[in-house]
T-cell receptor, first 113, second 113 residues
Framework: GENVEQHPSTLSVQEGDSAVIKCTYS??????FPWYKQELGKGPQLIIDIRSNVGEKKDQRIAVTLNKTAKHFSLHITETQPEDSAVYFC????????????FGSGTRLLVRP | KAGVTQTPRYLIKTRGQQVTLSCSPI?????VSWYQQTPGQGLQFLFE???????NKGNFPGRFSGRQFSNSRSEMNVSTLELGDSALYLC????????????FGPGTRLTVT
C-alpha cells in the first residue's frame, strides 16, 4: 500500500548549521507533498509544500526539493535556530476529489544553542 | 481568522465506553479530516468529510465513525473503547476550492484506562 519513509528519526545540529530531512514515497501517483512542524502539545503546523510539477520551492530559511523519478523529497533548513527544534513530518497525497495524507514517521530536530 | 478548534482537549475514558470528539474547521473550509497520532504508529488517516459526505476512510475498525454537519463542523465517535485507542486525535480542515493546504487543530488527547 501507500507508504512514506522518513530519515533520520532524530537530528541534532549546532545553531546556525543546516538540517536536511529526507523522505521517500511509494505511490507514483502522489502529486502533493507538504511538510509539517509539530511542537510539544500542539497540532502539526504546515510550513511548506510542493507539487509534483515543481522541482524546488523556497520560503526564507526553508526549502523543499522533489525528485519525481526517484520518488524522493527533502526538507532543507538553513541557519537553524533553537526555535526550529521540533518534530518534522513529511507527507504525500494524490490531489483528487478526496484528501488523504500519508505521513512519514517524523524527525525530531534538536538545535543546540 | 480563527484556526481549527477541537473539543475537548483532554479526555479520560474507561475501556468499553464510547466517546465523541468535536471539530470546528476554519471558516470557509468544507473538507474535514481526522487523524490518529500514537508513538508507535505515528500519524494515521481515519476519514475525510466534504459537504456532509465521507469521501475516504482509513484502515480502522468500524468502531471508529464520524459525521459532518451542514456548517462543516465534524464529530468522530469511537465505540467500545480499547486501551489501544489511547492517542492524540487530530482534526484538519482544508479549502479544496483554493488549495490542498490542510490545517490542523491542537488535537484531543484521549486516554483509555
Amino acid at each position: 500500500g501507500e507508504n512514506v519513509e522518513q530519515h533520520p528519526s532524530t537530528l541534532s545540529v549546532q545553531e546556525g548549521d543546516s538540517a536536511v530531512i529526507k523522505c521517500t514515497y511509494s505511490d507514483s501517483a502522489s502529486n502533493y507533498f507538504p511538510w509539517y512542524k509539530q511542537e510539544l502539545g500542539k497540532g502539526p503546523q504546515l510550513i511548506i509544500d510542493i507539487r509534483s510539477n515543481v522541482g524546488e520551492k523556497k520560503d526564507q530559511r526553508i526549502a523543499v526539493t522533489l525528485n519525481k523519478t526517484a520518488k524522493h523529497f527533502s526538507l532543507h533548513i538553513t541557519e537553524t535556530q533553537p526555535e526550529d527544534s521540533a518534530v518534522y513530518f513529511c507527507a504525500a497525497t494524490l490531489m483528487d476529489s478526496s484528501y488523504k495524507l500519508i505521513f512519514g514517521s517524523g524527525t525530531r530536530l534538536l538545535v543546540r544553542p | 481568522k480563527a484556526g481549527v478548534t477541537q473539543t475537548p482537549r483532554y479526555l479520560i475514558k474507561t475501556r468499553g465506553q464510547q466517546v465523541t470528539l468535536s471539530c470546528s474547521p476554519i471558516s470557509g473550509h468544507r473538507s474535514v479530516s481526522w487523524y490518529q497520532q500514537t508513538p508507535g504508529q505515528g500519524l494515521q488517516f481515519l476519514f475525510e468529510y466534504f459537504s456532509e459526505t465521507q469521501r475516504n476512510k482509513g484502515n480502522f475498525p468500524g468502531r471508529f465513525s464520524g459525521r459532518q454537519f451542514s456548517n462543516s463542523r465534524s464529530e468522530m465517535n469511537v465505540s467500545t473503547l480499547e486501551l489501544g485507542d489511547s492517542a492524540l486525535y487530530l482534526c484538519a480542515s482544508a479549502n479544496l476550492d483554493r488549495s490542498h493546504e490542510q490545517y490542523f487543530g491542537p488535537g484531543t488527547r484521549l486516554t483509555v484506562t
